[in-house]
């Protein structure tokens, strides 16, 4: 039994040691992180510092040592940057530039487009001006071939009774005894009444 309790002794006292070493680790953690976050401020203080030293003494030439070359490493870093600025403005200015140009040329080619299609429009109304020119000389054409037809039918027609006319006059007869004219199909004089031969 006695082995037991040692051994219980032993895993207690163990896992007592591991908790202790766990918040040992998260305070450490904890600490660490403090340490940074206060060396970020002072990162944040060097930063401002050398700005307003900068605007203090950018044109002067400090004996110090190291620090003039600081002050132009800054100088030749701010003129870089504003190079670069004028670069990005310029690429800007050539994009605008080329968009308007593309927004002229769509516009143009829109233009031509719909006076293409005006031209199209106003062929298409010739046409139809022609065709419709050309039914109603079609129409009068008919007309007038309807007219003749019925002229010329109207003439045979007055032919036929002329001919009918003479047809019937060339058969009339005349009374042989008074010579009175008789007709064709008579057998005795209407006016003398003697036969007729
Ligand atoms: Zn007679």
């Given at each position: 039994m006695a082995f037991f309790d040692e051994l219980k002794q032993k895993v207690m006292s163990g896992s007592k040691q591991v908790a202790d070493k766990a918040k040992e680790v998260a305070d450490t953690t904890k600490l660490k992180g403090q340490i940074a976050t206060e060396k970020g401020k002072i990162k944040d203080a060097y930063s401002k510092l050398g700005e307003l030293y900068y605007e203090a003494h950018k044109d002067e030439t400090p004996e110090t040592e190291g620090i003039a070359e600081q002050l132009a490493a800054i100088t030749t870093s701010l003129e870089a940057i504003d190079l670069y600025e004028?670069?990005?403005?310029?690429?800007?200015?050539?994009a605008a530039e080329l968009a308007a140009a593309r927004e002229a040329q769509k516009q143009e080619a829109a233009a031509q487009a719909q006076e293409a299609e005006n031209v199209v429009a106003d062929a298409v109304d010739v046409v139809k001006d022609l065709a419709e020119a050309a039914e109603d000389k079609v129409e009068d054409a008919a007309n007038a071939i309807k007219e003749k037809v019925e002229d010329v039918a109207d003439i045979v027609e007055d032919k036929a009774e002329?001919?009918?006319e003479k047809m019937k006059v060339q058969k009339e007869k005349f009374c042989s005894h008074c010579g009175k004219k008789v007709s064709a199909d008579?057998?005795?004089c209407s006016s003398c009444g003697n036969p007729i031969a």
């Open positions: 004028k670069e990005i403005e310029k690429i800007k200015e050539a002329d001919t009918v008579a057998s005795f």
